[in-house]
């Protein structure tokens, strides 16, 4: 018999945000920086010690603070944690209703701790389906309940199912009656708390983990856990049907690749965790305005893990997040970050209600549902009422107050409109960079491919190189559609700039306190402004770092190749290749304190210590250069298949490419593109490799005697 959905009532709810600061760990060095105050306030303080008097007193401190609906402190335990957010959300499901819990927060915060946890301290998924099986076990009414249970994982934008010994992929597909669905996942009958354990730690098992520099068993993937409970009821409501789903999520890391000192696969990993996680901070960031301005575009469908938790994000479920932070000083910008979208959630709204469905439902209890229908109609009809009026009768004494309000809100507006350009950008250059490696591999199996056709042979390493090839296809034209998604929100947001921009001239216009509103508006945009500037500055700041690991990357490589400085002059100025002041590289003492105030200068100067001889070409949106051939230097072959790693870094400004290659040519390259940042003008560049070198050449025209000239 089909189910039909019953009036049960719709109860609009907020995220619950809960912050929690893992403890030092034994290897750490650095200042604790994260104090929690209350149970919920979190204050992260300025981790620059050596700021003078003079920015001190002008308030100039990187000291940030934030309220949340619970905060735990490094001393907490995820029971703790369980029992303040968690317990009540958990007993709803064995009722009928949808929940979510999701961990937030950089690599090696403890986001998988909080989840998994250990044996002295189980995580909140272990506390969640005790809870589930103690709470059907102490039922005491006839009902009859089921329990089944799935557990994916989302892996460079690939769904896998972990219950699977050799999951192959899994599609997403939209459901009308449920909503996203992942086609074909496995879903297991469970009969205690101790089946879904052992599912979970072999699922937790074929999870994809590496160790990176940042943290020793980093999650790769983002893992979803689902457990649903099915309740027949068996008395009043004969034939009832309650379903309850609780959705447990453990992110994958948001990571610098300069943090995780990852190369290869595990790059390609960072990018896809943290494009997917980007569009995951889009898409609070939307749901928190949403609640605010009524706004309605979410831009789930730019990953697969933000279609998997868009209930958790705005439909039927009453979901917690919890956001974990390090305490180290070096992770400043992470936790301040973290703290900045956990905040944001604390705006989105949910809409709970009991699934229930019924089968062979009576013309009696057809009649039950239609006339709480109908209360439920009245009631709202009233609610709306008074609203209307509370809204069209404003007091009097209030419109003074309300005078400057308008300011305000356009202030406000025109700071999240920068927030939003500022991540919108972000998530854009992970997918050029995503799309501008896919493209580097795609023309390494080309090359591969015609290799093994030119010698005649065609087995099976031909069939997987050109199932790999459709794979990176599939996904360059998804990034590509993605891409171009983003590009026309960025111009969505320049023209709402713009907009509001006029509203806030044409408004001091008409006012009569003229000079003092412009003034006041001049000094909002200015702070905008500087908000922009300094994450450009910040930007740059990485540029720089990126460029210093470039240059020592590339010392190392010379040195470990067992060459002494004086015979790596030699060999580079026989080759024509002129490299100078060495010694200003980190490695040697330069701290980078010392370095980045000549931030303008440095654009292109760390790559102007060494000036490269050779054939310059362009590719997507980096530009390429290719440097001496090592091979013909006579050095060590060992050496060469030493130095095979892509060490990339990346920011989201401009990053370079340093690439010592099997080739064995070694190439660097490097994007600046800090002006599509400024003031927002993006270029987001999805099209041709060819037209992309000639748009780079014309918008960064190369300078005189920098490493980009021949
Ligand atoms: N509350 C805690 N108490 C003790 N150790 C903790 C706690 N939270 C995290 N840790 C330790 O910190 C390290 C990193 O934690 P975890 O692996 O959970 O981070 P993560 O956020 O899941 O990282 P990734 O995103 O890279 O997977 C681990 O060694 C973990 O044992």
Redesign the pocket.
Known sequence: MPSIRAPATKQTTTLTVAV?C??F?ERERGRDIVRVIDNKEVLVLDPDLSKDYLERIQNRTKEKKYCFDHAFD?GC??LDVYTKCILSVISGVVNGLNATVF?Y??????????MVG?QD?PGLMVLSLHTIFDLIKRDKSSDEFEVTCSYLEVYNEVIYDLLEKSSGHLELREDPEQGVIVAGLRCIKVQSADKILELLNLGNSRRK?ES?E??????RSHAVLEIKVKRKQKNKYRNQVMRGKLALV????S?RASETNSGGQKLRDGANINRSLLALANCINALGKQQKKGLAYVPYRNSKLTRILKDGLSGNSQTVMVA?VSPVDSQYHHTVNTLKYADRAKEIKTHIQKNIGTIDTHVSDYQQMIDSLQIEVCRLKKELAEKESQLSVKPVEKAADDELSWLNILSHETSENVQERINLQKASFELEETNLRNRLELQHLDDAIAKEQAIGKDGEVLEVMRTRRQVILDNIRENDEAGVNYHMEIEANEKHRCQLQNMIEEAISNNGNKTYLRILSQYRLLGMANTELQFEMAMRDQVINNQREALRNMWDLLMGLGLDERQIMDLASKKGITIEDWTTTPHLGLSSREQSPDLASSKYSSFGHCRCMGQSYSRSSCTFQQSQDFGSMSLPQGHLDLAHSFSREEHHSSYYLLSHDHSPSACMSMRTSSEHWFGGRSSSRFGTLDKHSQDLQKSYPVRGNSSFTR
Request: glycine letters at 12%; proline letters at 6%.
């Open positions: 929690k893992r403890p760990r490094p335990t995820n961990a927060g950089s690599t090696g915060s403890g986001k998988t701790y909080t250990t301290d983990t990176t940042a943290n020793a068993t980093s999650s453990d992110l994958a890391g990571e974990t």
